[in-house]
């Protein structure tokens, strides 16, 4: 039960340092539980860097997971009750208001005016993603109660109480909540058999919700060893002190983390090692002006130094003329660069509004290009065949249901 940070910029190889570090206890004879933890979006790329390791073909033990992953794998079938989306939770949240208007002591009168359940919900939601629950409610109006506290405020917190703890019941009952789902998980986790006594890495994350903390907090007392990967710069941040450096803010939120962390951890009793602190951005090695700029973008008055055609700021027109440069510039790199498509990425500040012209560009050029969007899963085509199918036998040949499916 220790945890062990590993600190550095962006670039000094934190994220390699983790994946060698689990290639080398797969290629062991050790059948210990391993946890590899990421953002929802890193996995594949995770499980890719993995499989890169020669020495990997494959594995059993590891389990490269999102904290929603996590959390499905915790509470199993419970997790596949039918999901609130924002809009669900809205309406149960009106329809447990109209339930108790005539007990609540002062949101009575404006519990059905227009607006007022998105706020109720929206309060639901935050109690939920800071690992809250219904008796710490009920601890708070107790607080405020005390010594001639606010009545007004005491009497705001119980109405507030009330709804989210029949919020909670109806829960229970027929749904599940994705930001309720963490106080559920931190239950089981000592439990669970792929978690007791592994070693974890954690990496990708810049911070992470109360509930989050709480999770991360449970896996840390079950896990023999884990390993935590924050991007900060150790040189500038004076962390003893335990408050941030404020240094240009730049990495004052993770370092708040980062403190959030030895804080939890203190509490939970884990032993905390000495910190790997990695200092060398070797992801910019072959490039200085990279280097230069990730080193100093943010700091007033930095050096100059020279681009040499490795960074350019081009000015188009209009978005058609900057989607057009940029199918240009990617034939260019790869008949004349040796670069391969897989090599070149296009990041866009608005992909709503750049990904016509992507789509019409890139397909009249010729380009291979994948859009990194979510779709909802009802709407693939072999998704809608099995279903439509499926809505045939049960549906006794409805001719809707048959050209459906035609």
């Known amino acids: 039960m220790a945890v ?36 929802e979006q890193a996995t594949y790329q995770a499980e890719r860097a993995i499989l890169s390791d020669d020495r990997i073909a494959g594995y059993h033990r590891l389990h490269i997971l999102s904290f929603d992953r996590l959390q499905f794998l915790l509470l199993g079938r419970d997790a596949a009750r039918q999901r609130l989306s924002r809009l669900g ?25 227009p607006g007022f359940a998105r706020q109720m919900a929206e309060t639901v939601t935050e109690l939920h993603r800071y690992a809250h629950g219904p008796e710490d409610v009920a601890d708070l109006v107790a607080e405020a109660g005390k010594d001639g506290g606010s009545r007004l405020a005491e009497l705001k917190f119980a109405d507030i109480g009330l709804v989210f703890r029949r919020y909670c019941e109806l829960l229970e009952e027929k749904f599940t909540d994705p930001d309720a789902r963490v106080n ?26 109360g509930a989050e903390l709480m999770l991360l907090t449970e896996l840390l007392k079950a896990a023999e060893h884990t390993c935590i ?22 990495f004052e939120p993770t370092e708040r983390t980062y403190l959030d962390l030895l804080d939890w951890a203190e509490k939970a009793k884990v032993t905390v090692g000495k910190p790997v602190v990695l200092g060398e951005a070797v992801r910019f090695a072959g490039c200085p002006a990279l280097a230069h700029v990730e080193a100093n973008i943010f700091r007033p008055g930095a050096a100059r130094t020279r681009a040499d055609e490795h960074i350019r700021v081009i000015s188009a027109p209009s978005l058609r003329a900057e989607i057009q440069f940029v199918a240009r ?45 979510r779709k909802a899963l009802n709407q693939h085509p072999v998704v809608e065949l099995i279903a439509t199918a499926l809505q045939i036998v049960t549906g006794g040949f409805a001719h809707a249901d048959v050209f459906a499916y035609l």
Not at 16 to 23: E, G, L, N, T
């Open 229 to 250: 990967a924050l991007c900060i710069d150790p040189a500038r941040s004076n962390l003893r002190s335990g408050k941030p450096s404020g240094n240009d803010g730049l």
């Open 4 to 39: 062990q940070f590993i600190l550095g910029r962006s670039g000094t190889g934190k994220t390699s340092y983790c994946v060698r570090a689990i290639a080398d206890a797969l290629a062991g004879a050790s059948e210990q539980p391993l946890i590899f933890l990421v953002p």
């Open 329 to 373: 510039q990617i034939l260019d790199l790869v008949g004349r660069g040796g670069l391969r498509y897989r090599d070149i990425a296009v990041v866009a500040s608005d992909l709503n509004q750049y990904e016509h012209y992507v789509r019409a560009y890139f397909d009249d050029s010729d380009i291979p290009y994948f859009i990194d969007k």
């Open 184 to 209: 559920d998980a931190c239950r089981v986790v000592a439990h669970a058999d792929f978690i007791r006594g592994a070693r974890i890495w954690v990496d990708g994350f810049a911070g992470f919700t």
């Open 89 to 113: 939770r809205q309406m149960l949240v009106h329809e447990i208001l109209r339930e108790v208007q005539d007990d609540l002591q002062v949101f009575g009168s404006s519990a059905l005016l």
